[in-house]
């Protein structure tokens, strides 16, 4: 087993998975060290949206460079991760959202991320299916989702063709600077080491950036997920509910062999030292009824799975990515707050870049961890705009 290496990926997400991925495509040799397996927590429990409308300005940038990447997926990897661009539409229910959906639009374009959006009438003649409260759709027509149960296995399968060494079910109790590099210890007492560290860890991150004075606010909350019975194929696009009231944060994308994915409203509990995250079943009848109001015609389908998964979230809702600041050869991406499956490519294309060469041109100064020390206390929003699209990727 190789233990010694330029670069040392922990987490084995569709960050750390695309990162060992595109720093093999440079030439630089990776170890990359995952707790349980690839795409286990969660990059593989989301919804699956590979969406860029209604992120941050600061991320389309590198949100685009993600869509270039899942556009060329198959390719790349060897491997179908069942990337669907079949567009993703927003709506909303209250009128200052939909002022909202024409600033943002505006302002996107100036990104490269096109938008059309409806009211009232022009809406219903393109969605007449949408419930009658709905009063503004925003269409991404270049959007769309993928599988995450299927995306971070394959990006670590393509890296350890490219000869990246993976280790997995093992999990790392110590990281440390040394001379020449960075020391990194398993609870079993292996020891590998490298130039430089990527810490991709999700909720346990934390952990590994406070060994270097880094500490971050960073909780975990699990993703209400089900999926329906299948039915004939009606929904091309992916769909979610753009709000500020949590309850009504509902999505869902129709798979080809016809179910449904559904997601959003209240989060439920989840458990580092666990590693487990739960449905909570009023959470799910919450789910059902904005549905219903979103969709009336999908008030008669029966779900038949349930299923949720550990994320890490942050106070701002915005990602840590970036370099250390207390130590040089640090670097972070976490803390993606139930939206990190859609730019998970491009955040690892753009390390990669960065680890390789020193420089990127996607401006990284927005995520990074240095936010946190000017923040002594801050709770997580539980509702709120910025929270509201969470584990909508």
Request: neutral net charge; charged residues 20%; contains cysteine.
């Amino acid at each position: 087993m190789t233990d010694r290496a330029d670069v040392i990926v922990i987490g084995g997400g569709i960050v750390g998975t695309s990162a060992a991925f595109f720093l093999r495509r440079r030439q630089r040799s990776v170890i990359l060290l995952e707790r349980g397996l690839t795409g286990q927590q969660a990059s593989g429990v989301n919804f699956g949206g590979v969406r860029r409308q209604g992120r941050a300005l600061s991320q389309l940038a590198m949100s685009n460079r993600a869509l270039d990447v899942w556009y060329r997926a198959q390719a790349l990897l060897g491997e179908d991760v069942e990337f669907l661009p079949s567009g993703h539409t927003r709506v909303c229910y209250h009128a200052h959202d939909a002022e909202y959906f024409h600033r943002y639009a505006a302002d996107a374009r100036a990104y490269g991320l096109d938008l059309e959006v409806l009211d009232g009438a022009a809406m219903f003649r393109r969605l007449p299916f949408l419930g009658p409260e709905v009063l503004a759709a925003s269409i991404s027509p270049r959007d769309g989702h993928a599988n995450p149960r299927l995306a971070a296995p394959a990006f670590g399968r393509a890296a350890a063709r490219l000869g990246a060494s993976l280790v997995e079910n093992t999990e790392i109790v110590r990281v440390e600077k040394e001379a020449g590099g960075f020391r990194v210890e398993s609870a079993a007492g292996a020891v590998w080491r490298a130039e430089q560290l990527l810490v991709c860890a999700g909720a346990w991150a934390g952990a590994l950036s406070a060994q270097f004075g880094e500490p971050v606010p960073l909780v975990a909350r699990g993703p209400q997920m089900a999926v329906t019975e299948p039915v004939p194929y009606r929904f091309g696009s992916s769909m979610g509910v753009y709000t500020s009231i949590k309850e009504e944060s509902v999505y869902f994308r129709q798979v080809a062999r016809g179910n449904l994915v559904l997601g959003g409203g209240l989060s439920g509990p989840a458990d580092v030292s666990t590693r487990r995250a739960s449905v909570l079943p009023a959470n799910t009848v919450g789910q059902l009824a904005q549905f219903r109001r979103f969709v009336p015609a999908l008030a008669t389908l029966n779900v038949i799975r349930v299923w949720s998964g550990v994320e890490g979230y942050l106070p701002d809702a915005e990602p840590v990515i970036g370099p250390s600041v207390t130590t040089p050869g640090l670097f972070y991406a976490f803390g993606f707050s139930g939206s990190g499956f859609q730019i998970g490519p491009g955040v690892g294309e753009t390390l990669a870049e960065l680890l390789a060469v020193g420089r990127t041109e996607i401006a990284l100064d927005p995520f990074s961890i240095a936010r946190f020390g000017r923040m002594a206390h801050h709770a997580v929003p539980e509702a709120g705009v910025s929270a509201s699209t969470a584990s909508e990727a």
